[in-house]
T-cell receptor, first 114, second 113 residues
Framework: GENVEQHPSTLSVQEGDSAVIKCTYSDSASNYFPWYKQELGKRPQLIIDIRSNVGEKKDQRIAVTLNKTAKHFSLHITETQPEDSAVYFCAARYGSGNTGKLIFGQGTTLQVKP | NAGVTQTPKFRILKIGQSMTLQCTQDMNHNYMYWYRQDPGMGLKLIYYSVGAGITDKGEVPNGYNVSRSTTEDFPLRLELAAPSQTSVYFC????????????FGPGTRLTVT
């Protein structure tokens, strides 16, 4: 069945360093890849997304890259700040039609040390 | 706009009890989803709906039921609660079609003992 693998499960960086989180997906028909940030006890918040017709998308300090051939996509956070500390989830759209169903990775806990 | 709202925020159920988790959105979104999130894990899709009167199963539908009588509301019913249903439940919505962005409600933390 469809699957999304996310690595690493935990990531600790110094403030100001970059952080990279990687995901692989199994459904070659997937065409939409969002990233969510979830702070402790809060709801997941969409921070950036990319569609399969684009290789890279950037929004200030965050960027997402997509390699359709390898079925990989990655989240890049530059100049990390303590407020970036949270759990980050990748996801991939799956299934036929436009149901918008998402399958999520297991999450990465990012800790940014001041 | 309140966005996606969920009630209750917290609930403790005894094994075998039933309850309904409420979800409402005021963004005129066509698609709605129910997820569960177990501790330290990602989100798993329980059920989804692409419009009023249309629902379908997700990855983990067993033990749950849904209905969608209006565009705004998408309640999730738990019958005969079991400890394995202890989780945080999130409702989400999206406009639909090729607009895939999903927006989440604040969640309901459910404990079954």
């Amino acid at each position: 069945g469809e699957n999304v693998e996310q690595h690493p499960s935990t990531l600790s960086v110094q403030e100001g360093d970059s952080a990279v989180i990687k995901c692989t997906y199994s459904d070659s028909a997937s065409n939409y890849f969002p990233w969510y940030k979830q702070e402790l006890g809060k709801r997941p918040q969409l921070i950036i997304d990319i569609r399969s017709n684009v290789g890279e998308k950037k929004d200030q300090r965050i960027a997402v890259t997509l390699n359709k051939t390898a079925k990989h996509f990655s989240l890049h956070i530059t100049e990390t700040q303590p407020e970036d500390s949270a759990v980050y989830f990748c996801a991939a759209r799956y299934g036929s039609g436009n149901t918008g169903k998402l399958i999520f990775g297991q999450g990465t806990t990012l800790q940014v040390k001041p | 706009n309140a966005g996606v709202t969920q009630t209750p925020k917290f609930r403790i159920l005894k094994i075998g009890q039933s309850m309904t988790l409420q979800c409402t959105q005021d963004m005129n979104h066509n698609y709605m989803y129910w997820y569960r999130q177990d501790p330290g894990m990602g989100l798993k899709l329980i059920y989804y709906s692409v419009g009023a009167g249309i629902t379908d199963k997700g990855e983990v539908p067993n033990g749950y039921n849904v209905s969608r009588s209006t565009t705004e509301d998408f309640p999730l019913r738990l019958e005969l609660a079991a400890p394995s249903q202890t989780s945080v439940y999130f409702c989400a919505s999206s406009y639909g079609g090729t607009t895939y962005e999903q927006y989440f409600g604040p969640g309901t933390r459910l404990t079954v003992t």
